[in-house]
């Protein structure tokens, strides 16, 4: 099996079986984002213990890109503090945006998403969720959009 079908097989897995999907309640803080270019939604509810992700979810509708990309962040992000979660925002951010960003090791699974920069309409829907997290943190009442 060749990377790219391995990087698809993991998109496929997690668009098919959500990890973390529903609420928080009560959760410590949550926010709404939207894509409008694909019309992706979702709402990402977290639990803080000091600046530490104790616990995250997502529940939304959106492609396949958008949802496997949040359920991937999630397993990614609990537990880590918020410096972890901002370095590691950082390197999805390149992944998905510089050709020749070449994934490493500490990635893990996230290292799927390099095979979206391959279709640039799609980076939104792969972003969308971080955008969310992000706005989360920062308890920002707006509705994040991509747009
Ligand atoms: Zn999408």
Redesign the pocket.
Known sequence: MDLKELYRDVILDHNKRPRNFGRIEPCDTHAEGH?PL???RLTVWLRLKDDRIEDVRFEGK??A??TASASLMTEAVKGKDIPAVQSLYGRIHSLLTQQDAVPDASLGKLAALSGVREFPA?V??ASLCWHTLNAALERSAAPVSTE
Request: aromatic letters at 0%.
């Open positions: 894509n694909c019309g992706d959106g492609c890109i958008s799609r939104k829907c």
